[in-house]
């Protein structure tokens, strides 16, 4: 089983950053591949970035964001902590909503997909002020 555990969400005027961190704990060895999510109040649960790596060295093999999101937003691992982050840049109050990570055991072809993730983290909400 994994656990995971998001933070460094919060209130941030139009414009500005933040950093989401997810960590992961338990049987981490396994992961593969980790995404971000977001849910806004009435939507569906939507994708925003996910990367996959190697079993072995953990070398990143392959990312994805959303459309939305790219060129403000990157994701990025922390072999050493076991952590992935994602750097929020430009916010817009679109991006408002709970974020949550995921993860796989598997290098994930089709990272946009929920049903390829087995565990999720609790969520972390990000409010954008305009």
């Known amino acids: 089983q994994v656990q995971l555990v998001e933070s460094g969400g919060g209130l941030v005027q139009a414009g500005g950053s933040l950093r989401l961190s997810c960590s992961a704990s338990?049987?981490?060895?396994?992961?593969?591949?980790m995404g971000w999510f977001r849910q806004a109040p009435g939507r569906e649960r939507e994708f925003v970035a996910a990367?996959?790596?190697?079993?072995?060295?953990?070398?990143?093999?392959?990312?994805a964001y959303t459309d939305s999101v790219k060129g403000r937003f990157t994701i990025s691992r922390n072999n050493a902590a076991n952590t992935v982050s994602l750097q929020m840049n430009s916010l817009k109050p679109e991006d408002t909503a709970v974020y949550y990570c995921?993860?796989?055991?598997?290098?994930?072809?089709?990272?946009?997909?929920?049903?390829?993730?087995?565990?999720w983290g609790q969520g972390t909400q990000v409010t954008v002020s305009s």
């Open positions: 338990g049987r981490t060895f396994s992961s593969r591949t």
């Open positions: 990367m996959s790596w190697t079993a072995i060295s953990r070398t990143v093999i392959s990312t």
């Open positions: 995921a993860v796989s055991n598997r290098v994930v072809a089709e990272k946009t997909l929920l049903r390829e993730y087995d565990h």
